[in-house]
């Protein structure tokens, strides 16, 4: 019987030693898995403000929303000037490139279109795969953007924004004004309130994916506030009109450009004030900075014959003439110069000297009572400072009223409105002080809610008697064609010659100047037309007649009652 050899005894060191390795990996991982618990126990649940930190530091940002610019509106409410929502457009290169969409010459082709740029500029601008950043285009329309984003969810960035948009295009262009690419007003109403009607920024905290696209608002850092809205004195409807009509003229009579402004006598609100030429203040294209000067309050002119009224006043103020007085108005000699008229008289009464304007019977009056009487009442009627209309860019005129030496020439020649220069707002206010019995009113391009306190500034009587002799000249001498059928029209004519380089040319600036209804005036006008070179150059042939289409207008459209039968 063969006998199997037992098996060899266990050995207990060897037991003990794997024993001892297996507790110890149990207890090395245990270990790894209670740390790892208690890690994040530590960073999720008691202590997750720098976690929290960490994560908003690549998802949270802070971004800017400026509110609306504010509207600049009419006296009735028509906008003049609104601030449309778009979007910017910006793009990342780097995520086109990736996308593969730069290579996709067909949806390359899409995009340009929707952008509204040429195919070759967008794949030169999103030619380094290695750029973040460039700008497409700043003004989108809304719709069009959804469309962008829909054909091409990676590589845009969009941004809200504004475009400023001028609904009345070039008739109002002069006067509103427009937006520098940095968002602030120049030129006009834009520039004069620009603080007003600028808004402040809304700073918002919110979480941005990697696109930079917003996907949750989550505080307001910083509160903005809108831009405040304007309702200017103006009406728009006259402004049509008299644009219309400025330009027909301008146009016909091949004349470098005029202006016209029209006043409430009794609020002293400008109900219309345009400039010809003008300019599109939504297409920059063709932008001319020297159409974009409001020509009736920057330029200034000599006035001519329209200050005969007030050279007449002065007179009759000091004293030194009366209405009955017959005056020698045939041509005489001044410093070696002879002072003439264009409407040929020998005598003739004040009211003569008005209606025909008389340049002889205005000299020797001027002489008469000297150059400070003259530009003391002028200056009374606010000419030789600024009317205070917070147009940012008017003129002050000049009057001269610091000169020491008065030739007697010069001394003539003030009684017919030269020597001195005034803006086309500043005349037209004087008219309407003339209008209002001599009761002057400050300007104002804001509609008002009640009129102001008016500065009685010549005597009551005299004006009134004024107000006749200034009819005349529409009824029988130099402004016939500044008449309207069924009102009472007073008003004077100009004809200024421009000097250029130290001398008078042969161009002349010619204006009208004038109120009505005279039963109870309402409003006064001021056309001034620069340079006419076709037909008559008179004063009252070229300005007289857009005064009457204006005026004639302006007193249906405010239902003022005829004052005079057919």
Request: charged share 25%; glycine share 8%.
């Amino acid at each position: 019987m063969t006998m199997l050899n037992p098996p060899d005894p266990i050995d207990q060191t060897q037991f003990t030693v794997r024993s001892f390795r297996r507790y110890t990996v149990w207890f090395f991982v245990a270990g790894v898995f209670v740390f790892l618990i208690a890690r994040l126990l530590w960073i999720q649940i008691l202590f997750p403000d720098s976690l929290i930190r960490e994560g908003n530091a690549r998802v949270v940002r802070n971004y800017h929303f400026e509110p609306a610019r504010g509207l600049i509106q009419d006296r009735f409410g028509k906008i003049l000037a609104i601030s449309v929502p778009v979007k910017t457009v910006d793009a990342d290169p780097k995520l086109i490139h990736e996308s593969g969409t730069y290579t996709n010459e067909q949806k390359m082709q899409q995009l340009a279109a929707l952008l509204e740029i040429e195919p070759q500029v967008l794949y030169d601008k999103l030619r380094d795969p290695d750029k973040r950043f460039v700008n497409l285009k700043h003004y989108m329309d809304t719709d069009k953007a959804k469309k962008l984003i829909s054909m091409q969810k990676q590589g845009f960035i969009l941004h809200d924004s504004y475009k400023r948009v001028y609904p009345t295009g070039e008739v109002n262009a002069a006067l509103v004004g427009i937006l520098n690419g940095e968002g602030d007003g120049v030129y006009g109403v834009e520039q004069s309130f620009n603080e007003y009607l600028t808004a402040s920024e809304t700073t918002k905290l919110a979480h941005k994916d990697r696109y930079n696209h917003v996907i949750e608002d989550l505080a307001i850092v910083k509160q903005g506030t809108a831009g405040g809205n304007l309702m200017l004195s103006i009406d728009d409807r006259l402004q049509a009109i008299a644009y219309a009509s400025l330009a027909e003229t301008v146009t016909e009579r091949r004349a470098d450009g005029g202006s016209a402004v029209l006043l409430d006598v009794k609020t002293g609100e400008v109900l219309s004030l345009v400039n010809y030429p003008s300019f599109d203040p939504n297409d920059r294209r063709h932008f001319d900075s020297k159409n974009a000067k409001n020509r009736a309050i920057a330029d200034i002119f000599e006035p001519g014959s329209t200050m005969k009224p007030l050279v007449a006043m002065a007179a009759l103020e000091a004293g030194a003439t009366n209405w009955r007085e017959v005056f020698n108005t045939r041509p005489f000699v001044v410093d070696g110069k002879t002072v003439r008229d264009s409407h040929r008289m020998d005598y003739g009464t004040l009211r003569e000297v008005i209606q025909y304007s008389s340049n002889t019977g205005m000299a020797k009056l001027a002489q008469r009572i000297g150059p400070h009487k003259v530009l003391d009442l002028m200056m009374r009627f606010g000419l030789g400072h600024k009317s205070d209309s917070g147009l940012i860019g008017e003129s002050a005129g000049r009057l001269g009223e610091n000169r020491r030496f008065w030739s007697e020439i010069d001394k003539a020649t003030l009684g017919f409105g030269y020597g001195i220069a005034v803006t086309n707002l500043q005349l037209a206010s004087v008219y309407a002080t003339l209008a209002n019995q001599g009761n002057r009113l400050p300007v104002s391009i804001l509609k008002l809610r009640e009129a102001p306190q008016s500065v009685q500034v010549t005597n009551v009587r005299e004006v009134r008697r004024m107000q006749e002799a200034m009819e005349s000249v529409v009824t029988g001498g130099t402004g016939k064609r500044a008449a309207i059928n069924r009102y009472h029209v007073a008003g004077k004519t100009g004809t200024a010659k421009i000097a250029r380089n130290g001398a008078y040319t042969d161009l002349c600036m010619t204006t009208f100047a004038g109120f009505a209804p005279l039963s109870n005036p309402r409003f006064a006008l001021v056309v001034v037309i620069n340079s006419p070179r076709e037909g008559s150059i008179s004063g009252g042939g070229v300005s007289g007649p857009v005064f009457s289409e204006v005026m004639s207008n302006a007193l249906q459209l405010y239902n003022v009652p005829p004052d005079r039968d057919i």
